[in-house]
């Protein structure tokens, strides 16, 4: 039974014992006798046109950036917000929808564990994860830090708002992060009863459910549960399996108790456990492209070799073949005590918890219908305690926090990478004679044994200075230590069974040992750094605000936890088990601004970041070795400007547009990996664009100097921009409104792949979404919608292929999808 199926019978219990208790409540109110009052039709005039004038301006946004509650435009700092009602009206129900709403936020996944969340270009190198390094975007749900991106791949779990900090953050949040954060607080427990459900259907068997009940359990304590479902059909058909894949199947569930004896002191306990379990994620044949190598060791001379035609060219068709099996499955969860307390002059906060992460994949990592690699999973555990302390004081001239985090994680990871059958005509070159001998390769298995041990703590604050009532200055501070402790072995057998060692001669073995070696290695890294930012904001006039920031961080260091590379004698390189930590400076300015009596709201920044040893994936692309390893490259830049504009000139209508210009590239990378039309050749010399093969060359891929060119994953251009109109309307007895809505983004081409290439460029494309429906005040609200509705064919990201044969897979972005959502609200 799928998840969505065990979920709809409790929505339906959920949503009849809402509206029992919801008439129950109104009987009793109708029950207490009101007093008249003598001016109840001056005082109706009155309401109803202070509603009038507010439903026209520009909603006021509530934010906690800066670890208390104000206006978004009283916060110098460049922040998006988007709401709980805008999450579900315009279906974005995770991370990688909220991309379309935030243009500065990059997301990409090719499967759970291979997520990077970045924002204006920065946060993790672009290509496969590892264990060892720290993400540069810090994820937040209720003041609790998600060291693991899986969380980003998970559905909103009955969600208040989203914020999306962009620069560096370590001096008001536990975890340094030195490109931003996504910070999403839930709505929480209530004292009044409240409920509401919602169930969407669309075609690919689309359906969603989502619930929440919230009251009080005593006059001092309240409890609130969320559950959320989503499953759909894949969008890729494997003639292989006769299934469809890369479909979703998510199930999530979040309980809260909030003890609040007096005024003074609150303490929420929350629990929570989401899981994953889809048949995913295939990447199919996008194109091929000529690189360096012999023709005879290029992909068209290989898959005819071996009499194999891929099921399909056109990756718009959809289909695929690959022959191994895909798994995604993943659990999520944790709990957390969050407790608040007033002493003194100031606000006490402490945030203890602990998370967990539980990774079982399967790949297919040859991306063909032909068994090359006939097994890739690397399955992970992870265990998270974070500590955090914070004092918060507000005071007429002086406001400040000062905290302390701590944070303790382990990863232990078990992985098997298997050889096929059709591997030995794959990888050995046709001039050895085994190579026509699929004993050689078929069964060939390394078993990977990992584990990380990583521990941080800091200490942390922020002091804001009312210097005028207009100017304001603001310093911050932070000092860090971080340890980090790595074990990796990788033992390799052959197809019998029999140990590959390291030092084996024989024609046979020195085959085998060319795709796996055997390795132990056990790398560490500790440090101390200290990070500070300065921030001035000057309140123009009392709706314009402006602030200028300069800040210094560090990301910290890191270690190459999936093994080392190796000399030419095949020893690994003990000197590259860690990398340094990034060094950051950022500088940035903006101004927030409401006019026309606050119908409309412009917010504007600029930015520039040079990051110092820069924490790029360097990637080695014969198949079966290691896939990619951390190292630093020596600066990377990214500039250039946002802005964010929203309008309401009255209650019948809202429009919003932002936008972000990113020019993000290497000012400094000379051993770059290159890109595959070099595969085989010489060094490139800076700057040099990768142009047609030329002489054919060995089987390592040369390294080129890339300074100048873009970073992968960025576009230079992206917008995001929508409206919404309403008209009132009586429909199914009820007075309401009838509403459409549009929500549209744009991204300008990007790179897909480390090192820029002409085969792995993703063009820019547009995305239209539109929503129509009927809402009532008591909360009922059915709308039907429609995603990617013109069917755009776009690529969500382009992946070069084992084994450097010119072969490049990718992932199509969702088709057109449309369907219907009912919502309540009792």
């Given at each position: 039974?799928?998840?969505?199926?065990?979920?709809?019978?409790?929505?339906?219990?959920?949503?009849?014992?809402?509206?029992?208790?919801?008439?129950?409540?109104?009987?009793?109110?109708?029950?207490?006798?009101?007093?008249?009052a003598?001016?109840?039709t001056?005082?109706?005039?009155?309401?109803?046109?202070?509603?009038?004038?507010?439903?026209?301006?520009?909603?006021?946004?509530?934010?906690?950036?800066?670890?208390?509650?104000?206006?978004?435009?009283?916060?110098p700092?460049?922040?998006?917000?988007?709401?709980?009602?805008?999450?579900?009206?315009?279906?974005?129900?995770?991370?990688?929808?909220?991309?379309?709403?935030?243009p500065?936020?990059?997301?990409?996944?090719?499967?759970?564990?291979?997520?990077?969340?970045?924002?204006?270009g920065?946060?993790?190198?672009?290509?496969?994860?590892?264990?060892?390094?720290?993400?540069?975007?810090?994820?937040?749900?209720?003041?609790?830090?998600?060291?693991?991106?899986?969380?980003?791949?998970?559905?909103?779990?009955?969600?208040?708002?989203?914020?999306?900090?962009?620069?560096?953050?370590?001096?008001?949040?536990?975890?340094?992060t030195?490109?931003?954060?996504?910070?999403i607080?839930?709505?929480?427990?209530?004292?009044?009863?409240?409920?509401?459900?919602?169930?969407?259907?669309?075609?690919?068997?689309?359906?969603?459910?989502?619930?929440?009940?919230?009251?009080?359990?005593?006059?001092?304590l309240?409890?609130?549960?969320?559950?959320?479902?989503?499953?759909?059909?894949?969008?890729?058909?494997?003639?292989?399996?006769?299934?469809?894949?890369?479909?979703?199947d998510?199930?999530?569930i979040?309980?809260?108790?909030?003890?609040?004896?007096?005024?003074?002191?609150?303490?929420?306990l929350?629990?929570?456990?989401?899981?994953?379990?889809?048949?995913?994620?295939?990447?199919?044949?996008?194109?091929?492209?000529?690189?360096?190598?012999?023709?005879n060791?290029?992909?068209?001379?290989?898959a005819?070799?071996?009499?194999?035609?891929v099921?399909?060219?056109?990756p718009?068709?959809?289909?695929?073949?690959?022959d191994?099996?895909l798994?995604?499955?993943?659990?999520?969860?944790g709990?957390?005590?969050r407790?608040?307390?007033n002493?003194?002059?100031?606000?006490?906060?402490?945030?203890?918890?602990?998370?967990?992460?539980?990774?079982?994949?399967?790949?297919?990592?040859?991306?063909?219908?032909?068994?090359?690699?006939?097994?890739?999973?690397?399955?992970?555990?992870?265990d998270?305690?974070?500590?955090?302390l914070?004092?918060?004081?507000?005071?007429?001239?002086?406001?400040?926090?000062?905290?302390?985090?701590?944070?303790?994680?382990?990863?232990?990871?078990?992985?098997?990478?298997?050889?096929?059958?059709a591997?030995?005509?794959?990888?050995?070159?046709?001039?050895?004679?085994?190579s026509?001998?699929?004993?050689?390769?078929?069964?060939?298995?390394?078993?990977?044994?990992?584990y990380?041990?990583?521990?941080?703590?800091?200490?942390?604050?922020?002091?804001?200075?009312?210097?005028?009532?207009a100017?304001?200055?603001q310093?911050?501070?932070?000092?860090?230590?971080?340890?980090?402790?790595?074990?990796?072995?990788?033992?390799?057998?052959?197809?019998?069974g029999?140990?590959?060692?390291?030092?084996?001669?024989?024609?046979?073995?020195?085959?085998?040992?060319?795709?796996?070696?055997?390795?132990?290695?056990?790398?560490?890294?500790?440090?101390?750094?200290f990070?500070?930012?300065?921030?001035?904001s000057?309140?123009?006039?009392?709706?314009?605000?402006?602030?200028v920031?300069?800040?210094?961080?560090?990301?910290?260091g890191?270690?190459?936890?999936?093994?080392?590379?190796?000399?030419?004698?095949?020893?690994p390189?003990?000197?590259?088990g860690?990398?340094?930590?990034?060094?950051?400076?950022?500088?940035?300015?903006?101004?927030?601004t409401?006019?026309?009596?606050?119908?409309?709201?412009?917010?504007?920044?600029?930015?520039?970041?040079?990051?110092?040893?820069?924490?790029?994936?360097?990637?080695?692309?014969?198949?079966?070795?290691?896939?990619g390893?951390?190292?630093?490259?020596?600066?990377?830049?990214?500039?250039?400007?946002?802005?964010?504009?929203?309008?309401?000139?009255?209650?019948?209508?809202?429009?919003?547009?932002?936008?972000?210009?990113?020019?993000?590239?290497?000012?400094?990378?000379?051993?770059?990996?290159?890109?595959?039309?070099?595969?085989?050749?010489?060094?490139?010399?800076a700057?040099?664009?990768?142009?047609?093969?030329?002489?054919?060359?060995?089987?390592?891929?040369?390294?080129?100097?890339?300074?100048?060119?873009?970073?992968?994953?960025?576009?230079?251009?992206?917008?995001?921009?929508?409206?919404?109109?309403?008209?009132?309307?009586?429909?199914?007895?009820?007075?309401?409104?009838?509403?459409?809505?549009?929500?549209?983004?744009?991204?300008?081409?990007?790179?897909?792949?480390?090192?820029?290439?002409?085969y792995?460029?993703?063009?820019?494309?547009?995305?239209?979404?539109?929503?129509?429906?009927?809402?009532?005040?008591?909360?009922?609200?059915?709308?039907?919608?429609?995603?990617?509705?013109?069917?755009?064919?776009?690529?969500?990201?382009?992946?070069?292929?084992?084994?450097?044969?010119?072969?490049?897979?990718g992932?199509?972005?969702?088709?057109?999808t449309?369907?219907?959502?009912?919502?309540?609200?009792?």
């Amino acid at each position: 039974m799928s998840a969505s199926a065990r979920l709809y019978p409790m929505i339906r219990r959920l949503g009849l014992a809402a509206m029992l208790c919801s008439a129950s409540t109104a009987a009793m109110a109708q029950t207490i006798p009101v007093e008249a009052a003598p001016t109840a039709t001056a005082a109706a005039r009155d309401a109803a046109a202070a509603e009038a004038e507010a439903s026209s301006t520009v909603d006021e946004v509530t934010v906690t950036a800066r670890r208390r509650e104000e206006t978004v435009q009283t916060v110098p700092l460049a922040i998006s917000v988007v709401g709980g009602d805008k999450i579900d009206a315009t279906g974005a129900f995770n991370v990688g929808r909220l991309q379309q709403l935030t243009p500065t936020l990059q997301y990409y996944s090719s499967n759970p564990r291979n997520t990077a969340v970045n924002i204006r270009g920065l946060g993790v190198p672009f290509g496969l994860t590892s264990d060892g390094f720290e993400q540069g975007v810090g994820f937040y749900i209720d003041d609790v830090y998600n060291s693991r991106v899986a969380t980003a791949t998970f559905d909103f779990l009955d969600v208040a708002r989203v914020e999306v900090l962009r620069g560096p953050q370590g001096t008001l949040y536990g975890k340094n992060t030195t490109a931003g954060a996504v910070n999403i607080t839930t709505n929480q427990p209530t004292f009044d009863f409240e409920a509401k459900a919602e169930v969407s259907f669309g075609n690919l068997q689309f359906k969603q459910a989502k619930a929440a009940i919230s009251g009080p359990l005593t006059d001092t304590l309240a409890a609130r549960l969320a559950v959320s479902s989503t499953t759909r059909r894949g969008s890729i058909y494997n003639v292989t399996s006769r299934q469809w894949v890369n479909g979703q199947d998510n199930l999530g569930i979040r309980g809260q108790l909030l003890f609040r004896p007096d005024d003074a002191l609150a303490i929420a306990l929350a629990a929570d456990y989401s899981t994953q379990d889809a048949e995913c994620c295939a990447q199919i044949f996008v194109r091929t492209g000529a690189t360096q190598r012999p023709l005879n060791r290029q992909y068209a001379a290989l898959a005819a070799a071996q009499n194999y035609t891929v099921v399909s060219t056109n990756p718009f068709d959809r289909v695929t073949d690959v022959d191994a099996n895909l798994n995604a499955g993943n659990k999520i969860g944790g709990a957390s005590v969050r407790a608040v307390w007033n002493v003194g002059p100031g606000t006490l906060t402490s945030v203890t918890a602990w998370r967990f992460w539980d990774w079982k994949p399967e790949n297919d990592r040859d991306f063909l219908g032909l068994s090359i690699v006939s097994k890739s999973q690397n399955p992970s555990q992870q265990d998270q305690y974070t500590q955090e302390l914070r004092y918060n004081y507000v005071g007429d001239q002086l406001d400040f926090v000062v905290g302390a985090f701590a944070f303790k994680q382990r990863i232990d990871t078990q992985g098997t990478e298997q050889q096929g059958p059709a591997s030995s005509r794959w990888n050995i070159a046709p001039s050895n004679v085994l190579s026509n001998d699929p004993t050689v390769l078929d069964g060939l298995v390394a078993r990977n044994t990992q584990y990380l041990k990583s521990t941080s703590f800091a200490v942390f604050g922020q002091t804001s200075w009312k210097v005028t009532d207009a100017l304001t200055i603001q310093p911050g501070v932070r000092l860090n230590y971080d340890k980090k402790e790595g074990f990796y072995q990788r033992q390799v057998f052959d197809g019998q069974g029999v140990p590959v060692l390291f030092g084996q001669t024989g024609a046979r073995r020195a085959a085998q040992l060319a795709v796996f070696t055997p390795q132990l290695s056990a790398p560490s890294f500790s440090d101390w750094n200290f990070s500070y930012d300065l921030t001035a904001s000057y309140k123009v006039t009392s709706s314009v605000l402006a602030y200028v920031t300069y800040a210094k961080s560090f990301k910290s260091g890191g270690i190459n936890q999936n093994g080392l590379p190796t000399d030419a004698a095949g020893n690994p390189i003990l000197s590259a088990g860690s990398i340094k930590p990034e060094d950051v400076s950022h500088f940035e300015g903006g101004l927030k601004t409401q006019f026309w009596d606050r119908r409309a709201t412009l917010n504007l920044s600029a930015f520039r970041t040079d990051i110092k040893d820069y924490q790029a994936t360097v990637t080695n692309g014969q198949l079966g070795v290691l896939r990619g390893y951390l190292a630093n490259a020596g600066k990377v830049r990214s500039q250039g400007f946002e802005f964010d504009f929203s309008v309401r000139p009255g209650q019948r209508f809202n429009a919003y547009v932002n936008g972000a210009y990113t020019d993000a590239e290497y000012k400094r990378f000379v051993d770059a990996p290159c890109p595959p039309e070099r595969s085989g050749g010489t060094t490139v010399a800076a700057g040099q664009v990768p142009s047609a093969p030329g002489t054919p060359g060995g089987l390592s891929p040369a390294n080129c100097d890339i300074s100048g060119q873009r970073l992968a994953g960025v576009s230079k251009w992206s917008l995001s921009f929508g409206a919404e109109a309403n008209t009132p309307a009586r429909l199914l007895g009820k007075e309401g409104e009838v509403y459409l809505g549009y929500d549209g983004s744009y991204r300008s081409g990007f790179s897909s792949n480390a090192s820029p290439s002409i085969y792995t460029y993703v063009d820019g494309y547009s995305l239209s979404n539109f929503r129509a429906g009927f809402r009532i005040e008591d909360g009922l609200n059915v709308y039907a919608w429609v995603r990617n509705a013109f069917d755009e064919n776009y690529f969500e990201q382009l992946a070069v292929g084992p084994g450097n044969t010119g072969l490049i897979a990718g992932q199509p972005g969702d088709p057109r999808t449309f369907g219907l959502t009912l919502k309540s609200a009792f």
